[in-house]
């Protein structure tokens, strides 16, 4: 059984998540700070999303303090490689090359970054 697509992450949800990934575990509290930082929310919307996302099992809580401790309960990589493979199917009609030009197309590339694709495209020629 699959977990993310039984349990999909709503947009606030992966803000959430984003919090979580970056500081390993946090308390309500600290991701109602960190996201009250860039949006208006309120922290019992915060606490009520979390609670949320313990039932779907997006997150694992720690309990057993006064102060409770919550984690991501599925990778950020996974997620992001579920949410992208759909993204590919549904708005490029499966073509992995179409999402890249477009994000090319669409945004500054720093030369690094280019490098670093080139190296990606250079690794996938070889392995053909």
């Not at 992450?9 to 946090?26: F, G």
């Not at 009520?48 to 996302?53: A, E, N, R």
Request: glycine content about 4%; proline content about 1%.
């Amino acid at each position: 059984m699959n977990l993310l697509k039984q349990s999909k992450p709503t947009e606030s949800e992966l803000e959430i998540l984003q919090v979580l990934w970056d500081k390993k575990a946090a308390t309500v509290r600290t991701v109602h700070e960190l996201l009250a930082a860039t949006k208006d929310c309120g922290y019992t919307t915060t606490l009520k999303l979390m609670q949320i996302m313990f039932e779907k099992g997006l997150v694992s809580r720690d309990d057993s303090k006064k102060t409770h401790i919550y984690k991501a309960a599925i990778s950020q990589e996974k997620t992001q490689s579920q949410f992208l493979n759909k993204m590919i199917d549904t708005l490029f009609a499966g073509s992995s090359a179409n999402l890249v030009l477009q994000a090319l197309g669409g945004h500054t590339t720093s030369n690094e970054e280019l490098e670093k694709i080139q190296l990606l495209i250079n690794q996938l020629k070889k392995e053909k």
